[in-house]
């Protein structure tokens, strides 16, 4: 059974870090491309980052650059997510998913439609 589970999620101060991580089992993540979504209270799902198979070149959302990155480990089936100098605009669920049709990263992969396989979302949280 394909399995998504996402870690790491906390509470963390403003300008502080976390490192998500999103771990497959039951598949192989070595020819998907990856991405992170997150959706706050009463907000659309917003996608964070995307990560090709290939040779992991990545994208991120404006409102994340210079502060996140994500990366891949195919032997660890394992997809991270590395927040610094979080915000309180940074407060959601964050999920991630899978695009199980492509190895490279969509053009619309930032609207969550194409991807196939979602996890459960793990929570973060920024306050002082």
């Known amino acids: 059974q394909r399995q998504f589970v996402e870690s790491g999620g906390g509470l963390v101060q403003p300008g502080g870090s976390l490192r998500l991580s999103c771990a497959a089992s039951g598949f192989t993540l070595d020819y998907y491309a990856i991405g992170w979504f997150r959706q706050a209270p009463g907000k659309e799902r917003e996608g964070v980052s995307c990560?090709?198979?290939?040779?992991?070149?990545?994208y991120y959302a404006d409102s994340v650059k210079g502060r996140f990155t994500i990366s891949r480990d195919n032997a660890e089936r394992t997809v991270y997510l590395q927040m610094n100098s979080l915000k309180l605009e940074d407060i959601a669920v964050y999920y991630c998913?899978?695009?199980?049709?492509?190895?490279?990263?969509?053009?619309?992969?930032?609207?969550?439609?194409?991807?196939?396989?979602w996890g459960k979302g793990t929570l973060v949280t920024v306050s002082s």
């Open positions: 990560i090709e198979s290939v040779d992991g070149t990545s």
């Open positions: 998913a899978a695009d199980l049709r492509r190895y490279y990263c969509s053009d619309y992969w930032s609207t969550g439609n194409v991807m196939d396989y």
